[in-house]
């Protein structure tokens, strides 16, 4: 008489749970888990951004420098990218377009908005442009790894439905629509963020090996994350925006992924030689920019 509870009780001891609450409280403050994830994404990224550049002869200063706008402007680039791609989510509701602390950031749209607030300090303060780029090129997977855990805090972008052992349950309000009944899913969000500490491994290792020339190992990091994004969204379900019965991730993934190995194959038949470990291509010198920036 107990054998199909037993079953499923003993099925569920292989899952993995959602947290029951997705906020810390101290005191009156209510911080959410999301936020937290990402601004220790972003604290993480800028100290590893910081580190390179030193070890490549930059100012590690030019780290919190370009963080300063880069941030924000992927922030409002993250939200306006979801919103863009769950529009339906909040047409009529678009006071709720605000409310990031709910969850929902673009990673496509955060990168677009980052990568444009970063050129504006660089173009402004005389940062290697290219140079700059390669050394951040690991730090932000590594961002995003961590701010990823923010999804499992709010019991969202989770996959199909599954029976493997490291399902991830998901409390019955937080179901997609048609998909009630069942219990445990892919945890997508776990997949991008392991994913992700994979690829700052990769590229930290292809950067060691010196074989790529100034701005080759950014494309790199943006291939490298394609490749992993598009099979992560062939199995999610949330609610997204698609073409063609395809969805608009799984599009620009692909974009992607073709735009940056012809990047690497036109750069490599154009410039095959790669850069000494101290060159900062694109830019003025290491010491003409610091001198410039003292006035000498």
């Known amino acids: 008489m107990t054998t199909g509870p037993f079953i499923m009780n003993a099925s569920l001891l292989g899952s993995i749970p959602s947290p029951s ?43 919190s420098r370009v963080a300063v706008y880069a941030v924000p402007a992927g922030l409002v680039g993250a939200r ?40 504006y300090v660089m173009r402004r303060d005389g940062i290697p442009v290219a140079a700059f780029f390669d050394a951040a090129a690991p730090a932000l997977p590594l961002a995003q790894a961590i701010g990823r855990l923010g999804n499992w805090f709010n019991q969202e972008l989770y996959g199909k439905p599954t029976d493997l052992p490291w399902g991830l349950e998901i409390d019955p309000e937080n179901r997609v629509s048609g998909f009630e009944a069942d219990e445990t899913f892919h945890p997508t969000f776990l997949y991008e963020a392991l994913w992700n500490v994979a690829l700052v491994g990769f590229l930290l290792w292809l950067d060691r090996r010196g074989v790529l020339r100034p701005g080759r190992l950014f494309a790199v990091y943006v291939l490298g994350y394609a490749t992993g994004r598009i099979w992560i969204e062939a199995i999610r379900i949330d609610t997204s925006e698609e073409l063609l019965g395809v969805r608009w991730n799984v599009w620009l993934m692909g974009g992607l992924i073709l735009g940056a190995i012809a990047f690497l194959v036109w750069s490599r038949l154009s410039a095959p030689a790669p850069a000494a470990p101290d060159s900062w291509a694109g830019g003025d010198s290491v010491e003409e920019i610091e001198a410039s920036e003292s006035g000498d």
């Open 21 to 63: 609450d997705n906020g810390i409280e101290i005191g009156p403050l209510n911080l959410r888990a999301y936020g937290i994830l990402i601004a220790l994404g972003v604290i993480a990224a800028v100290w590893l951004l910081g580190r390179r550049l030193e070890q490549r002869g930059g100012d590690p200063e030019w780290a």
């Open 80 to 119: 306006a990218y979801h919103v863009f791609t769950s529009w339906d989510r909040f047409s009529g509701n678009w006071g709720e377009a605000f409310e990031i602390w709910n969850g929902g950031l673009g990673i496509p749209g955060g990168v677009v908005g980052g990568v444009l607030g970063g050129l």
